[in-house]
T-cell receptor
Framework: KAGVTQTPRYLIKTRGQQVTLSCSPI?????VSWYQQTPGQGLQFLFE???????NKGNFPGRFSGRQFSNSRSEMNVSTLELGDSALYLC????????????FGPGTRLTVT | GENVEQHPSTLSVQEGDSAVIKCTYS??????FPWYKQELGKRPQLIID?????GEKKDQRIAVTLNKTAKHFSLHITETQPEDSAVYFC???????????FGTGTRLQVTL
């Protein structure tokens, strides 16, 4: 089976712009979670989706949003970008919602200038 | 909310020695504890996990132990090899959520 894929892999944006990141889960996986990884804050949970519904949200401002499509693919959007949003954004997929194995994609490296 | 503490932040061992990384969690309702290995520039890779109804799990050279009373769990790597050098993250989740709360990571260096 193909692993979790994310596009784009690298992105450079300017403050104030918005960005959309995409995640395709492992075939058959229905749950997708998003995490932000930075050297200072480590790995932090953004949100998780199952059956096209957001099930949990982390402690991030409303500028961070996401959605999931009927084929389980997911997108996250960050509006009005700030310098502090520069990070590696990782998505992870699992078979179903709950305490099950999660497999990460390669991440999207976002740089905000 | 859940808090996961991880120690040590860096660990250097000689090839062939054992390495132990420890994590403590705050929420007694936590029921799933995975460990991830992240090599430089790569994605976190799930290496082993344990559920709250199990005390120990082993997979070749790696093992994880869980002490629910003390609310801590540990990763044990035996016969370390240079390719074990990476950052290791522990994590915890609870209830019916997939949300993982991660520790701050341990940079393991295996020297020849």
């Amino acid at each position: 089976k193909a692993g979790v894929t994310q596009t784009p892999r690298y992105l450079i944006k300017t403050r104030g712009q918005q960005v959309t990141l995409s995640c395709s889960p492992i075939s058959g996986h229905r749950s997708v979670s998003w995490y932000q990884q930075t050297p200072g804050q480590g790995l932090q949970f953004l949100f998780e989706y199952f059956s096209e519904t957001q099930r949990n949200k982390g402690n991030f401002p409303g500028r961070f949003s996401g959605r999931q499509f009927s084929n389980s693919r997911s997108e996250m959007n960050v509006s009005t970008l700030e310098l502090g949003d520069s990070a590696l954004y990782l998505c992870a997929s699992s078979l179903k919602l709950g305490p099950y194995e999660q497999y990460f994609g390669p991440g999207t490296r976002l740089t905000v200038t | 909310g859940e808090n996961v503490e991880q120690h040590p932040s860096t660990l250097s061992v000689q090839e062939g020695d054992s390495a132990v990384i420890k994590c403590t969690y705050s929420d007694s309702a936590s029921n799933y504890f995975p460990w991830y290995k992240q090599e430089l520039g790569k994605r976190p890779q799930l290496i082993i996990d344990i559920r709250s109804n199990v005390g120990e799990k082993k997979d070749q050279r790696i093992a994880v132990t869980l002490n629910k009373t003390a609310k801590h769990f540990s990763l044990h790597i035996t016969e370390t090899q240079p390719e074990d050098s990476a950052v290791y993250f522990c994590a915890a989740s609870w209830g019916t959520a997939s949300k993982l709360t991660f520790g701050t990571g341990t940079r393991l260096q295996v020297t020849l």
